[in-house]
């Protein structure tokens, strides 16, 4: 007589699964956190393992997280973990791509400003400008003001056009 009912090793092995995406959702900001829609007092808990700082007590915490974990459907949950940190990921290329661009800028002036306008298809009187005003800044933090204005400006650009 063969029984179904998965091993004791199976159990744990699950139940840590759900311990370790407890875990994940403690790391999440409180926006991130009520877009999952989770159960109250799941996610009372995971808020309130964000406040813990004793690690004896933050490891019990994690516990009833898991323990909350085995009354909900995991999937939902890591799906969209999963789309969330998606956008993290773009948002970093974005935000590597237009720091790259602002170098560029920077660094080659007008060519790399006529590179990226013909890349982005974009024609920007601002960036130009902005670049007019660095050939001319007077100080090191002017420099570094049109700087900043000019990944601000690039960023904008790039999100609008991806």
Do not use: C, Y
Not at 106 to 129: H, K, S, Y
Request: net charge positive.
């Amino acid at each position: 007589m063969t029984d179904s009912k998965p091993s004791k090793s199976a159990r744990k092995r699950k139940q840590l699964a759900l311990q370790e995406l407890g875990e994940q959702l403690i790391e999440l900001n409180a926006t991130e956190l009520a877009s999952l829609s989770l159960d109250d007092r799941l996610e009372k808990a995971i808020r309130d393992a964000g406040q813990i700082k004793s690690r004896g007590a933050l490891r019990r915490q994690k516990q009833l997280i898991g323990k909350l974990m085995r009354d909900v459907d995991p999937e939902p949950i890591r799906g969209e973990l999963a789309k969330l940190r998606a956008d993290d990921v773009r948002t970093k290329r974005l935000f590597s791509r237009a720091e790259r661009w602002r170098d560029r800028i920077v660094n080659d002036g007008m060519t790399a400003l006529n590179e990226f306008e013909i890349e982005t298809g974009e024609t920007d009187a601002e960036l130009r400008t902005l670049l007019g005003e660095l050939d001319v800044a007077f100080s090191e933090r002017a420099e570094k003001t049109i700087r900043r204005q000019i990944f601000r400006r690039v960023h904008e650009i790039l999100v609008r056009i991806i």
